[in-house]
């Protein structure tokens, strides 16, 4: 079949002028596609780190909350400058039950051993956990470090209550260094149960 009165136009070749227009105007797309998806990727570098640095924080706070709520006013020792704290909590048996002395009194320790005493101290920007004998000396390799990346950790005596204030920094994190650091503090009041 031939139609007649429809003809073909000619058809021509990409310019080079038209060739340099569309690189450019790719370029700019997949710069831009570029800067949102970079965006996107520090944003989830930050939260990353953040979440890293609140959960670890929560957690230690949380331990040491929990630990000195269940020691008593007359076996909680702060240190004068406030950095660091000694406790002791009820020693409990095998089946959770307090264990007594032969007068009824409550046995006072780690919760495992009649004299010891829990320590917290902040060593560098770790937050330590030991175990003290009764001559306030370590036990050996009772030493767990609770949160890193702390730099401020303060107990405050306010009558029958202690203020208890852990504060964590960090300026890096996977290896990428943070413009500006990043920082978190939690802070709230314990009052001893027994």
Not at 31 to 50: D, L
Request: hydrophobic share 40%.
């Amino acid at each position: 079949m031939y139609h007649q009165g429809i003809t073909r136009p000619f058809k021509k070749g990409t310019t080079i002028v038209e060739l340099m227009v569309s690189v450019a105007i790719l370029a700019i797309i997949l710069s831009f596609v570029f800067s949102i998806t970079g965006t996107g990727r520090i944003s989830w570098y930050i939260s990353s780190a953040k979440i890293s640095l609140y959960s670890q924080a929560r957690a230690a706070f949380s331990r040491i909350s929990q630990e000195l709520m269940l020691s008593s006013k007359s076996r909680i020792f702060p240190a004068a400058d406030g950095n660091s704290i000694r406790f002791s909590i009820p020693i409990v048996d095998e089946d959770g039950n307090l264990v007594l002395d032969a007068n009824g009194n409550i046995q006072w320790g780690d919760g495992e051993t009649v004299g010891n005493s829990i320590s917290y101290e902040l060593t560098e920007t770790k937050l330590i956990r030991q175990i003290l004998n009764a001559a306030n000396s370590p036990v050996a390799d009772t030493d767990t470090i609770i949160a890193k990346n702390i730099t401020d950790f303060s107990v405050d005596v306010e009558g029958l209550r202690y203020e208890i204030t852990l504060t964590a920094t960090l300026t890096s994190y996977l290896g990428r260094t943070f413009p500006d650091p990043i920082t978190y503090t939690v802070s709230t009041a314990v009052s001893p149960q027994n």
